[in-house]
């Protein structure tokens, strides 16, 4: 629902048949918000995600046509679970898109009013950014996709992804980022048991690709790219694995069966003495019932496959 309580003023509010403590969480946490922030169509690169006052998140959107929209938020007011406020600005786009953003988090029994109020310098403003940005139907896009989001089965405050991989690896935890933030490292491990690596693009930064071939002894060869969403050295990897073609472009899976074209990962690293447990969290993204459900059957497969990845990658830091 919307109203105008003055000429400069938007307000939005929905109810989430969600706990407040997990809708404001999906909102602050950048391995949740990259996922559903925008409106349809768009995804998300995160810059760096601080929330607290005085705190900075820097983003780019890229819409369904191919445009970056670059964004800025400086958080001044932050109350777990109940407030934020913060001034959004374009982050150096030619026309500025400046608002300022009151978002409150009411619970409701077990579920959540959100209300997000949105005032611009001045009417102008604001009937500009509604007619050149489409911001009044985008704000109720973008709740709607959060609403999705926030409401689906399994999705848990402690932002565990539903398929999980441990490793224990012998080597420090700065050796392991490094041949996975290096070209020249990936190209000895990465991939399947047998198969040859040939790297056509790496750019190890959040918005960056991973562009690369993996090609059998028989020659047959599959193409796959990273886009890079978050990192932080020497912590955590978040990206989105996809098949792709020669010229980067998304292409249907090779395999018989439905399968998700693009994955959703999470890799973390944590300190163990001398040696790295290396966690893998995923999850299929944009993905029908179908080919979820192939994905669910075929995960012990799939844990095999990264078995002999992560035996490539254990036997390659012996080397170092």
Same mark, same amino acid.
């Given at each position: 629902m919307k109203e105008n309580k003055s000429d400069r003023e938007l307000v939005f509010e929905r109810l989430f048949d969600a706990p407040r403590e997990l809708v404001y969480?999906?909102?602050?946490?950048?391995?949740?918000?990259?996922?559903?922030?925008?409106?349809?169509?768009?995804?998300?690169?995160?810059?760096?995600?601080?929330?607290?006052?005085?705190?900075?998140?820097?983003?780019?959107?890229?819409?369904?046509?191919?445009?970056?929209?670059?964004?800025?938020?400086?958080?001044?007011?932050?109350?777990?679970?109940?407030?934020?406020?913060?001034?959004?600005?374009?982050?150096?786009?030619?026309?500025?898109?400046?608002?300022?953003?009151?978002?409150?988090?009411? @619970?409701?029994?077990?579920? *959540?009013?959100?209300?997000?109020?949105?005032?611009? #310098?001045? %009417?102008?403003?604001?009937?500009? +950014?509604?007619?050149?940005?489409?911001?009044?139907?985008?704000?109720?896009?973008?709740?709607?996709?959060m609403e999705a989001y926030v409401t689906?089965?399994?999705?848990?405050?402690?932002?565990?992804?539903?398929?999980?991989?441990?490793?224990?690896?012998?080597?420090?935890?700065d050796l392991v980022f490094k041949v996975f933030s290096e070209a020249s490292h990936l190209a000895h491990w990465w991939g399947p048991k047998d198969f040859k690596i040939n790297i056509k693009?790496?750019?190890?930064?959040?918005?960056?690709?991973?562009?690369?071939?993996?090609? @059998?002894?028989?020659?047959? *060869?599959?193409?796959?790219?990273?886009?890079?969403? #978050?990192? %932080?050295?020497?912590?955590?990897? +978040?990206?989105v694995n996809a098949f792709a073609d020669e010229e980067g472009n998304l292409v249907p899976p090779p395999f018989p069966d439905p399968w998700p074209t693009e994955i959703f990962y999470i890799f973390t690293l944590e300190e163990s003495g001398s040696k790295t447990l290396l966690t893998i969290k995923s999850e299929p993204i944009h993905a029908t019932d179908q080919e979820r459900q192939t994905f669910i059957n075929g995960f012990s497969s799939m844990q095999e496959g990264f078995g002999g990845t992560l035996d490539q990658l254990s036997a390659y830091l012996a080397t170092l």
């Open positions: 969480k999906v909102w602050t946490d950048p391995e949740h918000v990259v996922r559903w922030w925008g409106p349809n169509g768009f995804t998300n690169t995160n810059h760096g995600m601080d929330v607290s006052p005085g705190g900075v998140w820097r983003f780019t959107m890229h819409g369904p046509d191919g445009r970056d929209y670059k964004n800025k938020i400086i958080f001044l007011e932050v109350i777990e679970p109940e407030r934020l406020v913060y001034q959004h600005s374009d982050d150096g786009e030619t026309e500025p898109v400046n608002f300022h953003v009151t978002v409150t988090f009411a @619970a409701v029994e077990n579920k *959540t009013l959100l209300t997000m109020c949105m005032v611009f #310098d001045s %009417k102008e403003a604001l009937e500009r +950014v509604a007619r050149e940005y489409g911001a009044i139907e985008g704000a109720h896009q973008n709740l709607a996709r689906k089965p399994g999705l848990m405050i402690s932002n565990e992804l539903p398929f999980v991989i441990t490793r224990q690896l012998d080597a420090p935890r693009k790496f750019d190890f930064q959040p918005g960056g690709t991973f562009h690369y071939a993996m090609v @059998a002894e028989n020659g047959f *060869t599959m193409w796959a790219k990273f886009t890079y969403k #978050d990192i %932080k050295a020497p912590e955590k990897i +978040v990206f």
